[in-house]
């Protein structure tokens, strides 16, 4: 029969305890921090949302876009956008206009 000691009876079963500790901690820190772990998923939720709300942004500016090319295309052309785009284009006024100068600063382009 063997006699175990009083040593052995202690240290095998803490080092059991310390060993599956240190096993479990290993995978909940990776649950945390790890490549698909919460911190992640929180990172990826933000970012989500970021690109979400850019794309609304680009999606209303597109709509816009949208509008004033069908207002150019088709059998009824808006003459007011056309005139409107070809004064843009040739960077004319007509002789109806009024024409407003406002001093420029030194420091900042021109704004149309």
Known sequence: MVVRTRFAAIAIPLLF????GAV???FV???F???RGIAADLETRR????IESKLKVVR???AEWQKRVNLLRGPVVDRDLLDEEARNLLNRVS???LVVILPQDKGQPLQR
């Not at 305890?17 to 599956?20: K, Q, R, W």
């Not at 970012?47 to 970021?50: D, F």
Request: without cysteine.
């Open 17 to 20: 305890h310390v060993f599956s």
């Open 24 to 26: 479990g901690g290993f």
């Open 29 to 31: 820190w990776h649950a």
């Open 33 to 35: 921090h790890g490549e």
């Open 47 to 50: 970012e989500m949302a970021e």
């Open 60 to 62: 209303a500016e597109k």
């Open 95 to 97: 002789k109806t206009d």
